[in-house]
T-cell receptor, first 110, second 114 residues
Framework: ELKVEQNPLFLSMQEGKNYTIYCNYS?????LYWYRQDPGKSLESLFV?????AVKQEGRLMASLDTKARLSTLHITAAVHDLSATYFC??????????FGTGTRLQVTL | DAGVIQSPRHEVTEMGQEVTLRCKPI?????LFWYRQTMMRGLELLIY????????DSGMPEDRFSAKMPNASFSTLKIQPSEPRDSAVYFC????????????FGDGTRLSIL
């Protein structure tokens, strides 16, 4: 059974600072997704990482995947308040099933 | 393009009542997923359909829960009888099989069982 662990669970950071969210998973996975969820809202897809060494960037967010280490990271550069949300990683296991991590609640303060 | 459409958005009902949640996937998507989100358990996959056929229902909590997908454009999740511990946000998501695209989520149904 695929297990997913995200660290940290909660992150409070000041605007302008950098930080990294970590996603570890327990068994082999061929791809990994990152999603964002605002309070009371649905999940929005951010990145799809398809292979070992994949790196994707969108604005102040950059995601990477190391399939050998079973690790993905989401790096935040020069955080702004609009990035405040909960971020989920979801590696794909058997068939098309995704297993979601616990989520990292990011709060960016002024 | 219309996204995944769920109804109702909110449902409040008394314990013991039957609850039916509905989902219309994105046209052309052949995989459909039902998830439940709670503070305690996070986001859990309940059941997954591919080409209208249930593939994995191992996440369905118990016999009170059932799901159907009679055609490619409609799915239901039913709870009968409902219990307070079923209170959660239920999401439906769809994707196109054998593609690299992510699952697209609906806005969810916020269910409260009193």
């Amino acid at each position: 059974e695929l297990k997913v662990e995200q660290n940290p669970l909660f992150l409070s950071m000041q605007e302008g600072k950098n930080y990294t969210i970590y996603c570890n998973y327990s068994t082999t996975s061929d791809r990994l997704y990152w999603y964002r969820q605002d309070p009371g809202k649905s999940l929005e897809s951010l990145f799809v990482l398809l292979s070992n060494g994949a790196v994707k960037q969108e604005g102040r967010l950059m995601a990477s995947l190391d399939t050998k280490a079973r690790l993905s990271t989401l790096h935040i550069t020069a955080a702004v308040h609009d990035l405040s949300a909960t971020y989920f990683c979801a590696p794909r296991g058997t068939a098309s099933k995704l297993t979601f991590g616990t989520g990292t609640r990011l709060q960016v303060t002024l | 393009d219309a996204g995944v459409i769920q109804s109702p958005r909110h449902e409040v009902t008394e314990m013991g009542q039957e609850v039916t949640l509905r989902c219309k996937p994105i046209s052309g998507h052949n995989s459909l997923f039902w998830y439940r989100q709670t503070m305690m358990r996070g986001l859990e996959l309940l059941i997954y359909f591919n080409n209208n056929v249930p593939i994995d229902d191992s996440g369905m909590p118990e016999d009170r829960f059932s799901a159907k997908m009679p055609n490619a454009s409609f799915s239901t999740l039913k709870i009968q009888p409902s219990e307070p511990r079923d209170s959660a946000v239920y999401f439906c998501a769809s994707s196109r099989d054998r593609s690299n695209q992510p699952q697209h989520f609906g806005d969810g149904t916020r269910l409260s069982i009193l």
